[in-house]
């Protein structure tokens, strides 16, 4: 009801700490510092900066720097593709259905005439939750079934696709290949929605799935008895042969956010011109400065 912008921490709960109304998520117009572009740099200079080791491991994790493969999984009888980001591309051959977040673009496109209401009210549930909810570790899952299925490009059998509220527009492409057998999020989903499980990587006897750990590969095509280790970079090679792919290096690390809709944010110096778009304030005019005024709040 106070019509803002809240952080995640201020609807932690679900509801505004201000009025106590529900919160939900919208997608805005935001104004970010692209901090992303200096990621390896920042990675490259922590061991210059006078800090405690456990600082810069801190900092480490917080740039994220993983290598893996971005990947192209075709949709049945469609002309488009979703796209995912995975560190172990040496899974591939253990993906048996894909999921999408709720807020990915495609989602709308993929419901089917007969899975459209399910979906529309499963995306709007999500909405309605927070980050931290949706992260939280032993969360029972629930998703829906899109009602459309999409190819496996290494296998080329299909695989249906899912959305679930477990899978973050955040980080990667908002879509992950599942991998039961080595991942236990797809795994407790897996067996929420009794989808099957196809376990590629050899796990030690005491071991039970879901095995995330590295291995021997089996049923895994022209790299079954190879390390899984070992076998990433040729997997990104032959993806990228095949058309379907190519290795990458993702960050954890996301551009900062510096607006707020809120008078009492930073005011952006950009003139939104009817004729010529945003334009920046010229240098003389600035700073920009707020008028006083005795009650900002939203009529």
């Known amino acids: 009801s106070c019509r803002t912008v809240l952080s995640a921490e201020q609807a932690a709960g679900g509801t505004c700490e201000r009025c106590d109304s529900d919160v939900e998520q919208r997608e805005m117009l935001q104004w970010f510092a692209r901090i992303s572009a200096y990621a390896d740099r920042l990675l490259d200079h922590l061991d210059q900066i006078d800090w405690s080791p456990i600082t810069r491991q801190a900092q480490a994790h917080w740039i994220g720097r993983s290598q893996g493969a971005r990947i192209h999984f075709p949709v049945a009888d469609a002309d488009t593709s979703i796209e995912i980001v995975t560190t172990r591309p040496d899974t591939l051959w253990g993906a048996t259905y894909l999921v999408l977040a709720p807020e990915h673009p495609l989602v709308e496109q993929l419901a089917t005439d007969e899975t459209r209401a399910a979906v529309t009210v499963y995306v709007e549930a999500a909405r309605s939750m927070s980050l931290a909810q949706r992260q939280t570790v032993g969360t029972r899952k629930t998703g829906v079934f899109t009602g459309t299925w999409a190819t496996h490009p290494a296998t080329g059998q299909a695989i249906p696709i899912w959305i679930a509220d477990y899978v973050l527009t955040g980080y990667g492409t908002g879509a992950i290949m599942a991998v039961p057998a080595h991942d236990r999020r797809d795994f407790e989903f897996a067996r929420a929605f009794d989808l099957p499980v196809s376990h590629v990587i050899e796990a030690p006897e005491d071991e039970t799935l879901p095995y995330e750990g590295e291995g021997r590969l089996v049923a895994s095509g022209p790299f079954t008895g190879q390390d899984s280790a070992d076998a990433r970079g040729a997997i990104c090679e032959w993806l990228k042969r095949a058309g379907a792919g190519e290795a990458t290096v993702q960050y954890r690390l996301r551009d900062w956010c510096l607006s707020r ?27 920009v400065r707020l008028p006083d005024l005795e009650d900002y709040r939203p009529d």
């Open 261 to 287: 809709q809120r008078y009492w944010g930073p005011p952006i110096p950009v003139i939104h011109c009817s004729d010529c778009g945003a334009v920046p304030v010229p240098d003389e005019d600035l700073p």
